[in-house]
């Protein structure tokens, strides 16, 4: 026989009570009392209440942490207090300064500060009502940021309700979440092992943790968090002293950086950065520096803000790691789109604790702004203490005879002619379909679904088929038969036949769709629509040179080098040749008059379900009339077109007084019964 409603209940409650007091133990205090082990036998035994009682799982539970479903997309979420930037020293001179335009500010012979170590994390805010966590958000850039609550759930030492009494009803709660150092780098141990690329740095990690869609790698990703201080503040009242608010925040079960310290005094300061600093390494996050605070708030208020930077605020930054050794060569690593990344091998040095032999050059332009040459004596910076960079040259350790950097011609890939466009930084392999370094990420972009549309073709078929040399362009896509297709891992008879199937009907396309499979760069969906409009076949279009293409609607000199390079490099058009070959074909397009193109210049956006039509249909019909179709609001919108559901973008339509249209509205507009106003 079961136990009572109440007594269930009651057991409920007290473990959940149990557990919330033993994370903040854990997490907070760094003080745990129980073992791994007990602590897994509440959350089992809660966990198991909760199942067998749905009635009784509360959204604070701490079950709630780990489950949710993934996320399509993050919402927006705007601060009435803005987070800040502050502004940095780099040395003592530059700290005194600052302490003294305080003191001559607020008139006083010496200053408290309240000390904390500045974490390289991310930094987040977080919404407690009635002591209830209701909202976590990114920074953004500062007023607006993105709504990671579900995400921000999994982070353990984060309180959803918060302990004890006397919050105010509304608390907005400012902190940095981090990855620990060591986990870091298991993680990366993973990832080389498994063949996958490593993350840069912690807070890269960290990032990309909290911007998972799927909040169940979140949660394995065991984020830590620390807070540093608040922003709106209603129905109650802090100290007026920084230290007191962090020490009010810890009580709460918020966890405060045990490293914080109340000092006075500039040389306070000092003594403080450089305790810290002296024990960087041996700390298990990753910092960059100090921050310190005018402890006193009232004195906050009074001395305010400028610009976009506290007053009463700094980051006193640890001196980048730097050193000096010898470039050996410059060469180039192809991108996934044909971009080519200078790299420098250097003369290995040893640079806080790691030996570098290569350091990012970011692209061409920077080669050619330090004039880099091999043999140079260049200076190489960990930046942010992870990624090697080189800074500068040592030019009067120049040797003699050394020659100026030269752009290479050919792709050191695929041979494929180099193009660079006037004004840009980067320069490109023009062998886009060809290319070996660009194949796999060419092929994925070729088949999505509104390019050539071959549904069930995916990353890891896409993968397989190019590391087992079957596919080395998209025209080979189309010479695979069905034992090959079979033959694929996690492939039976029936997957292969439908995904022949689907490769065939691909076949039939459009010229809009097939220009934007090719995958040329700067050529999106709306402008491979115009060049189909405007030239009506491949033919003409492959005829056209930059000065006729520049007579396109929105297509500048950028864009018509691109358009060019790649329709002229032979390579690509080997490839397009072996597609037609192999039967890929659209039907000729007779340039729209254009009385026709009633909505050219507008800019529609699309949120919501439309009932009569998909979301592509109506792109693709906005399109035809010559609209732009974006998937972002902005002020340069001029038409929001909402069906059922529809979300963020609708309230931020509204926000900006930009024209919303109903699908009833909407029909009407394509069936031209309603006049396109200038507005």
């Known amino acids: 026989m079961g136990k009572p409603a109440s007594e269930t209940s009651a057991r409920a409650a007290q473990l959940r009570e149990a557990i919330d007091y033993h994370n903040y133990r854990y997490y907070v205090l760094d003080d745990p009392e129980i073992t791994d082990a007990d602590y897994d036998r509440l959350m089992r035994e809660l966990i198991a209440l909760e199942e067998s009682h749905p009635e009784l799982r509360t959204?604070?539970?701490?079950?709630?942490?780990?489950?949710?479903?993934?996320?399509?997309?993050?919402?927006?979420?705007?601060?009435?207090?803005?987070?800040?930037?502050?502004?940095?020293?780099?040395?003592?001179?530059?700290?005194?300064?600052?302490?003294?335009?305080?003191?001559e500010e607020l008139d006083s012979a010496e200053i408290e500060y309240n000390a904390e170590p500045k974490l390289d994390g991310v930094a987040i805010s977080l919404m407690y009502q009635n002591g209830v966590f209701v909202q976590g958000a990114t920074r953004g850039d500062g007023v607006t940021g993105e709504d990671i609550t579900v995400n921000l759930r999994t982070v353990r030492a984060l309180p959803l309700r918060l302990r004890g009494a006397g919050w105010p009803d509304t608390l907005e709660v400012r902190g940095e979440v981090y990855m620990r150092k060591n986990f870091f780098e298991a993680l990366n141990r993973e990832?080389?092992?498994?063949?996958?690329?490593?993350?840069?740095?912690?807070?890269?990690?960290?990032?990309?943790?909290?911007?998972?869609?799927?909040?169940?790698?979140?949660?394995?990703?065991r984020l830590k968090l620390f807070c540093y201080g608040v922003g709106k503040v209603e129905g109650g009242s802090l100290p007026e002293r920084q230290h007191l608010v962090l020490q009010r925040l810890q009580e709460w079960g918020l966890p405060v950086n045990r490293e914080t310290r109340l000092v006075r005094g500039a040389a306070a300061c000092q003594a403080y950065y450089e305790d810290i600093g002296r024990r960087r390494e041996?700390?298990?996050?990753?910092?960059?520096?100090?921050?310190?605070?005018?402890?006193?708030?009232?004195?906050?208020?009074?001395?305010?803000?400028?610009?976009?930077?506290?007053?009463w605020a700094i980051a006193y930054k640890f001196p980048p790691k730097e050193e000096s050794t010898v470039l050996r060569a410059i060469e180039f690593q192809v991108g996934r789109t044909g971009a080519l990344t200078p790299v420098a091998r250097l003369e290995p040095v040893h640079i806080a604790g790691v030996t570098v032999t290569n350091a990012t050059l970011h692209n061409v332009a920077l080669v050619e702004?330090?004039?880099?040459?091999?043999?140079?004596?260049?200076?190489?910076?960990?930046?942010?203490?992870?990624?090697?960079?080189?800074?500068?040259?040592?030019?009067?350790?120049?040797?003699?005879?050394?020659?100026?950097?030269?752009m290479p011609e050919e792709c050191p890939?695929?041979?494929?002619?180099?193009?660079?466009?006037?004004?840009?930084?980067?320069?490109?392999?023009?062998?886009?379909?060809?290319?070996?370094?660009?194949?796999?990420?060419?092929?994925?972009?070729?088949?999505?679904?509104?390019a050539m549309d071959i549904d069930g073709l995916g990353e890891k078929l896409i993968d397989q088929l190019v590391d087992r040399e079957l596919v080395h362009s998209p025209a080979d896509l189309y010479a695979l038969d069905r034992e090959t297709l079979a033959s694929l891992e996690r492939m039976g008879e029936r997957s292969a036949a439908k995904l022949y199937g689907a490769i065939a009907r691909s076949r039939e396309t459009t010229l809009a769709r097939f220009l934007y499979a090719l995958g040329i760069p700067e050529v999106g969906e709306a402008t491979a629509l115009q060049l189909a409009n405007e030239f009506g076949d491949l033919p003409e279009l492959i005829a056209a040179d930059e000065e006729r293409l520049r007579q396109v609607p929105d297509i500048g000199p950028v864009v018509a080098g691109h358009i060019v390079g790649f329709l002229q490099e032979a390579h690509n058009r080997q490839v397009i040749d072996r597609l037609r070959e192999h039967g890929v074909h659209w039907p000729r397009i007779e340039k729209a008059p254009q009385a026709?193109?009633?909505?050219?210049?507008?800019?529609?956006?699309?949120?919501?379900?439309?009932?009569?039509?998909?979301?592509?249909?109506a792109q693709d019909r906005l399109q035809a009339l010559g609209a732009r179709v974006s998937g972002s609001v902005s002020r340069k919108t001029d038409h929001v077109v909402a069906g059922a559901d529809a979300g963020s973008k609708l309230q931020r339509a509204r926000e900006l007084g930009i024209d919303i249209l109903d699908e009833a509205a909407f029909l009407a507009l394509l069936a031209g019964d309603v006049r396109n106003d200038d507005r």
Do not use: W
């Open 59 to 103: 959204p604070d539970s701490p079950t709630q942490r780990v489950g949710a479903e993934p996320v399509s997309a993050f919402a927006k979420v705007s601060r009435e207090i803005p987070m800040l930037s502050l502004g940095n020293a780099y040395d003592e001179g530059e700290l005194q300064s600052f302490d003294r335009r305080v003191r």
């Open 596 to 617: 026709a193109q009633t909505l050219a210049g507008k800019t529609f956006v699309l949120t919501g379900t439309l009932e009569s039509m998909s979301r592509d249909e």
């Open 191 to 221: 990832a080389l092992e498994r063949g996958e690329r490593p993350m840069a740095n912690p807070r890269n990690g960290a990032a990309g943790s909290l911007r998972q869609l799927d909040p169940r790698v979140t949660a394995a990703r």
């Open 413 to 450: 890939v695929c041979r494929s002619q180099v193009i660079r466009q006037q004004g840009e930084v980067s320069a490109r392999c023009s062998g886009g379909l060809y290319c070996p370094a660009q194949r796999k990420q060419a092929l994925r972009h070729f088949v999505s679904r509104r």
């Open 282 to 311: 041996e700390l298990p996050y990753e910092i960059d520096g100090v921050v310190l605070k005018v402890d006193d708030i009232a004195a906050q208020r009074a001395l305010g803000f400028i610009a976009r930077a506290p007053r």
């Open 369 to 406: 702004k330090l004039d880099l040459r091999v043999g140079d004596t260049v200076i190489v910076r960990r930046a942010g203490d992870v990624i090697p960079q080189v800074m500068g040259v040592v030019e009067s350790l120049r040797p003699p005879g050394t020659l100026r950097f030269v």
